[in-house]
């Protein structure tokens, strides 16, 4: 026990300093008096100053004292207001389950078919399986995300055309003033193409990894050792090779989740779903900088959180590394 | 009298293919396997042991191409599927293999993995399964062994778990253990338990065992029955004591004569077989031993020799094998040099002497900030010198602190601890140009040979290298080159082939080369032949004492091969948990072992002698080595000792309790309270 809280002292203090760079970060390199010069008419500066004020983003208060009175926020759970003078808290809410949707579904189906298809191309090294996951895995890994998007898109569009109805939406989370069982459906066909753009990628990077760690598990003594106990190839496969060969990519999935969640920005962007990394540019552009430190907060929360499952799933998966 | 066969292999040959053409790993190979007997099959790397005891129990990779016939109880096991096949694995079949720190899931505790063996062959519950690995854990002598079975693989040591793996071969009451080089990557103390349990596991099964090995030592000891195998072909066959005693195929000859033996009391030079096995890709058209082969003349290129009956119950694969014994006797085979061509040229100068050295590593905890909780003595004032001339040996097992004492040599500064003084000199006080200059004369050849040449620089190069650094002119380095490889007994015309061209015995012979290319004063040498095959190994083995006759260099020379050490050293140093327990003249030490420690592990060495092997008092130590992390108070080995066992309780307390000094006892130096005497 004392571990496990020895561990999270050290997380709170990495997210502090990563958050509080962060801030910094974003304070400094963001103006958001920019967003009313230029305009016409012009604003006068008093009230971009009280504008400014009132969302603690004045660039002629000193900056630690905006930093202060941010953290004295965030501590009572205010994450602040955006440039807007919306509330970051409400639009938080709103956009994390947008992104929530999308990521683990997408995440999920990405590392359980990765896995799959690494194991099988492993155990068929060299094979017409093998070979034909490998280049489509390298084809998928060396094209730009926003372009498989659009390609899916225009996929998309072919088959609802040659079909005569509209099978897959392209754009959005569900249609408007729908309810119950048809919002379900709805809001199904305007998540396959998302979430499908995310799997792929995922399915490509994860099973080039779970191929080369299951080859080492096949050459391993072990598995040799339980084989020669009477195991036939597949049941010495699936008792003693899966664990240790996942058992290497715990930490991995664990971590690329974390990042994932702010980092599908370009996905977010082509199917038009506002979550967190649409937020994310869209604040760098309208240099809200409270939206920013906010994200970064919650990456940073995300991350550290990763590797403490991450942590504790390496260990009941290895006894090797448990401490005693 | 027709016995039955547990298991019999019938002209069984097995291919793979390669880029570079079909490896025959197995040619024609028929054996007969009896109840429990212990069948020991010996051959080099890439003689296709491994490959044999693979097919037999049908784990080959799937490349493998496989044609013969191998029967237990008349079904052919080769035809068999691999859901069929696995019903005869682990319950008629078991193997052992070579090496137990990867062999065992390191995600399951032992207890389940033995408990799986139990639960694939036997309509058991999992409990009882659970408590009958406990009870074959305490058959091989695993303390405490009902808590044992909830550890897992690396909470147990190398030896530890090799026992893991015969309780594991020995689940299900095999009729035939597969034992693949069982304590190869063992030390050797821990080697002589694990044999001594391996015999015990074929007496409480009744199994019959088939010892995989390259060391003659190991089945000398062991064996009911010997097969030799050369480039995949089993060449001579029969009951060991007639083959040690009148061995019939010249391969066997040679082999057993070129091992060094740790129970010879004199010099001589090794019978050393010319040339390395050949590749199995490209086999000479007849015999596969003909071109390294003393007794060749045409006929043996005409046609593969077939194994056939010889003197009764033997067979030997030899087309002059009648002709062979003739030969033996009239000296014309491997005839042994009787006396050395040249006296050594030594004298009393003291060329290195170290006194009361000590290495420690830190001992690290935490992870954020890391602290030093205290200190590993990897090497624990130890002192000894070499004189010019001479060869000086320091053995131990692994752990010992051998290495790093050859690595404080190297490294030319300021010990921790003590003092290291090469040639007169200090090394605490050189300077940065005295440094270079000393260690021009101060040269290191590693163990292992595939690792420490540049696969991409011409051997030549490889060799010119030190000169180049000592800045000798270019003509100068090309004719020392040459002159350097016909010296280590290479030709100097393949100066410009690289590495990857040449076996390991000929790849030592280049480092050695290279090595001397400075003519330095001491050689140290790091396991020198370790790495190396047997039958080449005493040809690198006779070139290093060739060379130190030649050209009267010392030598530091650090094993664990006490037979090795027998061989080539004039003085040993022995050595226990990074001290050095005893030392002295290695006849002395050898013939009279005054430390506890010196005579066990003397004792744990096979002797390749079958006669002598079988009726010999052997001491099996108890335990293993301690971590040098937490090592035992007082005498490092007390924990260990047989001697101290049988002493009253006050002489126990002194040994538990005080750290004995070095003393002179009968000519060596030993460090015990209560040591041997003749």
């Known amino acids: 026990m004392g571990f496990i809280a020895k561990r999270f002292a050290n997380f709170l203090l990495l ?16 103006n958001p008096r920019e967003n009313f010069l230029g305009r016409n008419p012009p604003v006068p500066e008093n009230t971009i100053n009280s504008i400014l004020t009132q969302v603690n983003m004045n660039d002629q208060d000193p900056v630690l004292q905006r930093y202060g009175t941010w953290v004295g926020g965030v501590v009572k759970g205010d994450l602040g207001k955006t440039i807007f003078s919306e509330s970051v808290n409400e639009e938080f809410k709103n956009r994390i389950w947008v992104s929530f949707r999308l990521l683990i579904l997408g995440s999920i189906l990405g590392a359980v078919f990765g896995v799959l298809i690494g194991v099988i191309s492993a155990v068929r090294q060299y094979k017409f399986f093998d070979r034909t996951f490998g280049y489509s895995s390298y084809i998928i890994l060396s094209t730009p995300v926003f372009l498989i998007a659009i390609l899916l898109k225009f996929f998309a569009v072919f088959i609802n055309e040659k079909l005569g109805f509209t099978l897959f939406y392209t754009v959005g989370l569900n249609t408007p003033e729908i309810s119950g069982f048809e919002l379900f459906v709805n809001s199904l066909q305007h998540m396959i193409l998302p979430t499908l753009s995310l799997t792929l990628g995922g399915i490509a990077f994860y099973s080039r990894w779970q191929r080369n760690s299951m080859l080492d598990v096949l050459g391993s003594d072990h598995l040799r050792t339980a084989r020669a106990k009477g195991l036939t190839k597949r049941q010495a496969l699936f008792k003693h090779g899966l664990r240790v060969a996942v058992l290497p990519m715990a930490t991995f999935f664990a971590y690329s989740f ?67 | 009298m027709k016995k039955t066969l547990v298991l019999q292999i019938k002209s069984l040959s097995v291919t793979f293919p390669s880029e570079s053409g079909t490896v025959n790993a197995v040619r024609n190979v028929s054996l007969d396997i009896f109840p429990g007997e212990v069948l020991g099959v010996v051959g080099e790397s890439g003689s296709g042991k491994s490959v044999l005891s693979l097919s037999t129990i049908g784990l080959l990779p799937n ?197 060094p033996r740790v129970d010879e009391s004199e010099k001589r030079r090794l019978v050393s077989i010319a040339g390395s096995p050949p590749s199995p890709v490209a086999l000479p058209p007849g015999c596969a031993f003909a071109p390294r082969c003393p007794a060749y003349t045409e006929i043996c290129d005409s046609k593969v020799p077939d194994l056939e009956a010889f003197e009764g119950d033997r067979s030997v694969a030899c087309l002059r094998k009648d002709e062979i014994a003739g030969l033996v006797s009239a000296g014309r085979l491997y005839p042994t040099e009787v006396t050395k061509g040249h006296v050594k040229s030594t004298s009393d100068v003291k060329l290195l002497e170290v006194s009361n050295l000590s290495k420690s590593f830190p001992l690290l905890k935490g992870n954020v900030f890391r602290r030093r909780v205290g200190s590993v003595y990897a090497v624990d004032k130890i ?140 050689l140290i040498l790091d396991e020198p032949v370790s790495a190396l095959d ?145």
């Open chain 2, 63 to 259: 490349s493998a191409r496989v044609s013969g016939e191998i029967l237990l109880d008349g079904k052919n096991l080769l035809q068999l599927s691999d859901q069929e096949m696995s019903k005869h694995r682990g319950r008629d079949i078991a193997m052992v293999f070579q090496d137990p720190l990867s062999a065992l899931n390191p995600v399951q505790t032992i207890g389940h993995q033995i408990a799986e063996a139990l639960l694939i062959h036997q309509e058991i519950s999992y409990d009882d399964a659970l408590k009958r690995a406990g009870e074959l854990l305490d058959e091989m002598r695993i303390p405490r062994p009902f808590e044992r079975v909830k550890s897992y693989p690396h909470e147990f040591s190398g030896g530890m778990r090799q026992r893991v793996m015969i309780a594991l071969a020995i689940a299900n009451a095999p009729k035939i253990i597969l034992a693949d080089e069982p304590s190869t990557a063992l030390d050797v103390t821990v080697q002589a338990q694990v044999l001594e349990l391996l015999k015990r596991a074929s007496q409480l099964t009744g199994a019959a065992v088939v010892l995989v090995t390259h060391d003659m030592g190991v089945v000398a000891g062991l064996a009911d029955r010997i097969a030799i195998m050369y480039a995949g072909k089993i060449v001579e066959e029969g009951p060991i004591e007639k083959v040690f005693e009148n061995p019939a195929m010249p391969y066997t000859i040679g082999l057993i004569r070129s091992i």
């Open chain 1, 258 to 324: 974390g990042l994932l969640i702010a980092g599908a920005a370009f996905t977010e962007s082509i199917f038009g779903w506002y979550g967190m990394g649409e937020w994310f540019i869209r604040a760098v552009n309208t240099n809200d900088i409270n939206s920013v430190s906010a994200i970064v907060l919650f990456t940073a929360i995300l991350v550290l959180f990763a590797g403490f499952l991450a942590d504790v799933l390496t260990a009941a998966l290895d006894p090797r590394v448990r401490i005693r």
């Open chain 1, 15 to 30: 997210v502090i300093i990563a958050t509080t760079a962060g801030y910094l970060l974003a304070a400094s390199a963001l």
């Open chain 2, 383 to 522: 002192s000894f010198t070499l004189e010019q001339g001479k060869c000086l040996a320091i053995v131990g097992e692994s752990g010992c602190g051998k290495t790093t004492t050859l690595l404080e040599v190297m490294n030319l500064v300021a010990p921790e601890n003590g003092r290291i003084v090469v040639f007169g000199k200090n090394v605490s006080e050189l300077s940065k140009s005295e440094r270079l200059a000393i260690r021009k004369d101060l040269q290191i050849v590693f163990q292992d040979p595939f690792a420490s040449l540049d696969p991409r620089l011409p051997i030549g190069e490889a060799i010119m290298e030190p000169m180049e650094v000592f800045s000798v002119s270019k003509s100068e380095q090309l004719t020392r080159m040459q002159e350097l490889l016909e010296l280590v007994g290479l030709n100097p015309a393949h100066a410009n082939r690289f590495p990857s061209e040449f076996s390991g015995g000929q790849r030592q012979r280049i480092v050695i080369a290279r090595a001397l290319a400075l003519n330095p004063k001491i």
């Open chain 2, 534 to 678: 047997v039958s080449v190994r005493a040809g690198v083995l006779n070139l290093l004492a060739e060379l130190q006759e030649k050209l009267g260099i010392s030598y530091l020379f650090v094993s664990h091969d006490l037979a090795v050490v027998q061989h080539v050293a004039d003085y040993v140093a022995v050595m226990y948990l990074g001290s050095i327990v005893e030392s002295g003249a290695v006849a002395q030490v050898f013939n009279s072992p005054h430390h506890p420690y010196t005579k066990a592990l003397l004792s744990a060495v096979p002797i390749p002698d079958p006669k002598v092997e079988k009726s010999r008092e052997r001491i099996i130590l108890e335990g293993e080595l301690p971590s040098p992390i937490n090592p035992p108070s007082g005498c490092r080995f007390h924990n260990r000792c047989f001697v101290t066992k049988a002493r009253s309780e006050t002489d126990q307390a002194k040994c538990a309790s005080e750290r004995p000094e070095l003393r002179i006892v009968e000519g060596a130096e030993v460090s015990c309270h209560f040591p041997l005497l003749k």
